[in-house]
């Protein structure tokens, strides 16, 4: 609308012509973005013909968030648009940066069920600078190490202090916050400096230009075949797991030349010197602190020891020197091997129809196992020694065989076994590379079902004394397959126990294999 004829525009008018709303053109003119060109006798604002487009300007700066007083240093020549809008977006960056920052602690919190009493500390810990990262890693390796002499296993933990991104992820501030955490307790600065202390000790004066490589190859192949070991179910204890040692010995002793007074030969020096390499390398408290690392700062995470690490520890621990390697026992008679399992596999499927539902979380003589997973390495063991009569091992031992019908499952892989064992003439045929005979698989399948049958019992509170008619027979084959066994940490076997007077032939054998 124009008010006196010379083109200017009352407030009303600019508002319909650029869409900007009559509240939102007055506080633009107030704050001096918009100065009128003149008034009305009445006092009211009126704007010239270059007020549309000025408004446009104010309008877009507004919505690109910069601040009033950079919007009129713009208008009035006072500063570019560009210098402005290079400032207000490093501002911007700053406040994106803290936005994300905000978002990750908030992921984390929500993550880890922070408690409210934990929650400045988080916070607190969130904030901290790059320096004040390093800072509270170099405290904890110079307190951990103190009066170690260890240079360069010093320098490489110092080498690692964590750089989080500028954005990082839930995950990554979710690991700083533990790492921040764990680095507190004392048995990982106890671990931290045994590991110091082992590298100073065994370290090599001048290490060779391969020395990392080396290791980390030999590192796989220990993984490597203990992974391999516990798929085709080699116990480290063992004389099928004594070839796996030779092998990894052999391997490793090349990476101790420069090292004090290396091994030449394997035997039980070179043994010892292995197992305790291991035994650093696989420490928990530091396995932990660089898996922990590592996510932090988004490098690749090392390879975990995990259970094939277990097993190749295990078996060096029962094979401490070279020995004889695999000493098979006698084959028994097949058929009477066939029927010795037989009875073994009706009397435990018998005990296994009967456990209930509600049973299957409960606790059994098997450390750390529940009645379910007792049941499920049971019905693995029966689908194991099918395969390997099939000549087609399998390899998906921690999956789980139960389904929703242990009973059934159980049943099924009894039924397999026997179906493999007659129809492939298992018991008169030899496998693997040491040839044995066929019917000794179908023995131990017998041993392994009544020792797990009687933890299984136990577990129920049942009467253990299972298959009565064959148990002698059980524990005698037992003591042959074996008796030669080292009772190690890690092994398959406790040290044997005094079974009480009268005991049944099953709590024998369970008193005999450390029960």
């Given at each position: 609308m124009q008010e006196d004829g010379g083109g200017l525009l009352t407030i009303g008018a600019l508002a319909r012509l650029t869409g900007v709303t009559v509240k939102t053109v007055r506080r633009w003119s107030d704050e001096g973005l918009l100065p009128p060109a003149a008034r009305t006798p009445a006092g009211y604002r009126l704007y010239g013909p270059d007020a549309?487009?000025?408004?446009?300007?104010v309008r877009t700066l507004r919505e690109l968030g910069i601040g009033t007083a950079e919007i009129r240093a713009v208008l009035c020549s006072e500063r570019t648009v560009a210098d402005t809008a290079g400032h207000w977006a490093d501002a911007l960056d700053t406040q994106i940066r803290t936005l994300r920052l905000r978002r990750a602690v908030l992921r984390a919190v929500a993550a880890r069920g922070t408690a409210a009493e934990?929650?400045?500390?988080?916070?607190?810990?969130?904030?901290?600078?790059?320096a004040e990262r390093r800072r509270i890693i170099e405290e904890f390796v110079t307190d951990a190490l103190e009066g170690v002499a260890a240079p360069v296993y010093r320098a490489g933990l110092l080498a690692a202090a964590p750089d989080l991104p500028e954005d990082p992820a839930p995950g990554q501030l979710g690991a700083w916050l533990d790492l921040a955490g764990h680095i507190?307790?004392?048995?990982?600065?106890?671990?931290?400096?045994r590991l110091a202390e082992y590298s100073a000790r065994t370290a090599p004066a001048?290490?060779?230009?391969?020395?990392?490589?080396?290791?980390?190859?030999?590192?796989?192949?220990?993984?490597?075949?203990?992974a391999a070991a516990l798929a085709a179910g080699v116990a480290a204890d063992s004389p099928a797991a004594e070839p796996v040692v030779a092998e990894l010995v052999a391997a490793w002793l090349p990476t101790q030349a420069g090292t004090p007074d290396p091994p030449e030969r394997d035997g039980a020096r070179a043994r010892r010197g292995l197992l305790e390499q291991l035994d650093a390398a696989a420490e928990p408290h530091i396995e932990r602190y660089w898996q922990l690392m590592c996510a932090a700062t988004g490098r690749p995470r090392p390879p975990r020891w995990g259970a094939a690490g277990a097993w190749t520890a295990a078996a060096l621990r029962a094979h401490p020197e070279p020995g004889r390697g695999v000493v098979l026992p006698p084959a028994p008679d097949a058929r009477r091997a066939l029927y010795v399992y037989e009875r073994v596999a009706a009397h435990v499927t018998a005990l296994v129809?009967?456990?209930?539902?509600?049973?299957?979380?409960?606790?059994?003589?098997?450390?750390?196992?529940t009645v379910r997973r007792l049941i499920g390495h049971m019905t693995w063991e029966n689908l194991m020694i099918a395969s390997i009569a099939r000549d087609a091992p399998r390899t998906d031992q921690d999956a789980d065989h139960l389904g929703d019908d242990h009973a059934a499952a159980f049943r099924a892989s009894v039924g397999e076994a026997l179906t493999a064992f007659t129809q492939s003439g298992m018991p008169e045929r030899t496998y693997g590379p040491y040839e044995a005979p066929g019917a000794l698989f179908v023995q131990q399948a017998a041993v392994e079902l009544l020792a797990h049958g009687w933890d299984l019992a136990r577990a129920l509170g049942a009467p253990g004394d299972l298959a009565p008619e064959v148990a002698e027979e059980v524990l005698e084959a037992a003591r042959g397959l074996y008796g030669t066994a080292p009772r190690t940490r890690g092994g398959?076997?406790?040290?044997e126990r005094p079974a009480p007077a009268g005991a049944s032939g099953a709590d024998r054998l369970a008193a005999y294999l450390g029960r």
């Open positions: 549309p487009a000025r408004l446009e300007i934990e929650l400045p500390d988080v916070h607190r810990l969130a904030r901290l600078t790059a507190q307790r004392p048995e990982v600065r106890a671990a931290l400096r001048v290490p060779s230009a391969t020395a990392a490589e080396d290791a980390a190859r030999v590192a796989h192949l220990m993984r490597e075949r203990g129809d009967g456990v209930p539902g509600e049973a299957l979380a409960g606790p059994t003589p098997c450390d750390g196992w398959s076997f406790a040290p």
